[in-house]
Every structure is written in C-alpha cells, then in structure tokens.
C-alpha cells in the first residue's frame, strides 16, 4: 500500500506564499492574451488597462477569486445606477464615480483571471452577463434621473414650454438605447453560435482552448470601424458623459447614444444578414 505524502506546515506555508506574490510582471505578461484584441480601444489600452494592473497587484495580495472581484463590481456597478436617479439630489457625480469604478474592477477581475490561470467559461459568462446589466441599465437610469429633475425644477421654461424635452424625450432616448444594445448583440450572438453548430455539422472546427489568444476583427485596420466600436467601450461613454457634465447636459449624452445605438442595430441587422447568406447556407 503506498504511503501518503503530507505536507508539513512549513511547505504549507511556502506553496500559500508562492501562490499569493503575484509579481507585477507576471500581471502584465497575463495580458497578453487579450492584447490584440483591446488595441481596437486607446483609452482601455493606454489608460484604463495600465491602471488596472496597478489596483491587481494589491487585490491578489487579498483575493485569488476573479468572481467574487466581478460580485463586487457588480454591486458598485448597481449603487452607480441609483446614484443615476438622484440627480436633483447630488448631481451626476456620484453616479460618474462609481461607474468609473465599476469599470475598473471589470478589467482587474479579467486580469486576476489570467494570472493565476483561473480563466474559466464561468468567468466569461459572468462578465459579460454583469456587463449587459449594468452598462445597458445606467442610462435609463440616467434618463430617469433627468425626467425627475425636469419635474423639480422651478425654471417655468421647465414647467411649462419644456415638459415634453424634459420629460419624455430622455427616456425615450434611454429605451433606444437599451433596444439597440440587445438588438444587435443578439443578432450578434445568434449568427456566431449557428456558424459555430455548422461548423461542427461539417467537422470543419479547429479546436481552441480557453487561453488562446482572443481575435480581432478584419476590420481592425479601418478607421470608420475603429470610431464605430469604440463607441461601444463604457470607458469612452464615461469620458463622453464627464465632458457633458461638464455643461450640465447628460440629455446630449442619452441622444447621442440613441443615435448610436439606433446605428448600430441596423447596421448590425444588415451585416450579418449578408453574412448569414454567403455562410450559413
């Protein structure tokens, strides 16, 4: 009968230290995998992603678990729609900061992920649907926020002149963009998992594994597609709304994304209905 191996305090003690002095370089060089990818979007790739690996280093020192990282995000993410809501209470500040902080969080969970090799399907879909939430909820929340402030005001041109600007077009704009976010991420999804089912129909797939490096669009070097998905990013929103703010008009912000997104769904619709004919016949 073989005799069972057991770990002494010390080895105990040395593994849990190796497993939790993450260097710097080693958080960096994670990233990697994820690389070619996020060029697509300056402001995550010189900015936000730098600054993340600076707030991983000190949170591996504490947590190893990417979810419970995402969990966390997720309730900022909630307290910055409140935020959102009350804007004649507190201004749109508070709701900007813990968005900004949301975002954050979204790329250190990714980054523990990848450093300590605890990259999962799991993971990716709790990111992503977190992601859905609580970037496709802050601008209704937004737009809500406006209407309540609209019917506070004692301005008269508020009352009387702009009740329909300030109370009904904001929302408005707050459903088209929701409508254009899932719209054209399910059309979206929809034609990638039927290609996906195809190709293993045909047994034409190649075999990929988790940590393979994530793919960039062969349109990554045009530059009307560049503009076109950087819109997309919630990075680019948040430095977008901060600008509005700046002016007290984040009903500029919500039409400005209706607009987009309105976009985005059609061209989404007529894209990949041109591709689904040339591929999945």
Not at 28 to 54: G, M, T
Not at 77 to 91: D, E, N, R
Not at 197 to 204: A, W
């Amino acid at each position: 009968m073989p005799l069972l191996k057991v770990r002494n305090k010390n080895q105990t003690d040395d593994l849990e230290d190796e497993m939790s002095n993450y260097s710097m370089k080693q958080i960096v060089e994670s990233f990697e995998q994820k690389k070619a990818w996020e060029k697509q979007f300056p402001i995550n790739y010189f900015l936000v992603r730098p600054l993340s690996f600076l707030i991983t280093y000190p949170v591996l020192r504490i947590i190893h678990s990417p979810s419970k990282v995402a969990w966390t995000g997720f309730v900022i993410g909630v307290v910055a729609c409140f935020a959102f809501l009350g804007l004649s209470l507190w201004t749109i500040w508070p709701g900007i900061i813990f968005i900004s902080i949301f975002s954050i969080l979204d790329a250190v969970d990714g980054n523990i992920a990848r450093t300590t090799k605890n990259v999962t399907y799991y993971g990716k879909f709790l990111d992503s649907l977190i992601g859905e939430v609580i970037e496709g909820s802050y601008c209704f929340c937004i737009g809500v926020g406006v209407i309540l402030e609209g019917l506070s005001s004692s301005d008269p041109v508020v009352k009387n002149g702009g009740v329909f600007i300030y109370n009904i077009m904001p929302l408005l704009a707050a459903a088209i963009i929701i409508a254009g976010r899932l719209y054209s991420s399910f059309i979206d999804l929809k034609y990638q998992t039927l290609f996906f089912e195809k190709k293993v129909d045909e047994n034409t797939i190649e075999g990929r594994s988790i940590y393979d490096p994530i793919g960039t669009s062969v349109f990554k070097d045009q530059w009307i597609y560049k503009v076109f998905v950087n819109f997309n990013l919630l990075n680019n929103q948040i430095i977008f709304l901060i600008i509005v703010s700046l002016f007290w008009r984040p009903d500029f912000f919500l039409y400005f994304l209706a607009i987009y997104y309105f976009t985005r769904g059609m061209i989404y619709f007529i894209f990949f209905m041109r591709r689904a004919e040339k591929r999945l016949h």
